[in-house]
């Protein structure tokens, strides 16, 4: 028995928004396409998997952890993403896409000055290293800074080690093996994600033909996403999942 015959062929079709959690088209719906809740989320859990591999815990140092990213990642990034290429397509004018990245950046500011006078000065040191990692990749700076790799890195792998050196001043072995862990699955993401960005804005329609011994098997458009965007959707309610569990053991 032969592998099947995979074709593709692009008919024009209705447009899907541009991602499965987004409903662009007013404000409110811009805005919250703008924080791309289930990624901000599924990113801020790495942060919990670094604080909770800590000896001790401080709920306070983390909470602000997870505050400065919300800030930086979770708004300034997207904001600044959405200005260069309009990828979410919203209404939002240029000026308010760039006041929403400076209230982010500003907001993480905050918190690290806060976190140098009460932890250490060397969480400016991380800060800044955040603040160049976030924007080189977002305005494609360099295209080894808006590659893969950069993106595994930025969004998987530096939250576990700042999570766990707030915690303890330190990096370990033990931190260094999860943020590989978490490095890997960003770079899961980003190859699934790809795919689906790929037909959602690009494709007006997308048909797979398969051609099998005991039959032909069409697969649509919304088939076709599902193969990508359903374990998108598993990976991100099992990594929160997974990190409040992690937070419920050092309760």
Known sequence: MGAP?????????????????????????????LLHLPYTAWHLAYIVFGAALAPALNWSTLLGTLLAFFFGTGIAAHA??????????????DQA????????IAGSGAVALTGAVVLSPWVLVWAGAGLLLMTGYTLEW???MHSDA????????????????????????????????ATLLS??????????RAVRRKADDATVHFERPAGIDDWGREHLLSTWEQPLKLLAASVVTLAAGMLVTRI
């Open 5 to 33: 015959t995979v074709t593709t062929k692009s008919t024009r079709l209705t447009t899907l928004q541009p991602a499965f959690y987004t409903h662009t088209g007013d404000l409110p719906g811009d805005l919250l396409a």
């Open 80 to 93: 600044f993403d959405e200005w260069n290429g309009r990828p979410l397509g919203t209404h939002m004018s």
């Open 97 to 104: 896409l760039m006041t929403f990245a400076g209230i982010g």
């Open 142 to 144: 360099h295209r080894w």
């Open 150 to 181: 950069a993106f595994g890195l930025t969004w998987g792998g530096f939250p576990v080690l700042v999570g766990y050196w707030a915690q303890t001043g330190d990096i370990d072995a033990a931190a260094v093996f999860v943020a590989g862990a």
């Open 187 to 196: 770079l899961a993401q980003r190859s699934l994600s790809t795919h689906a």
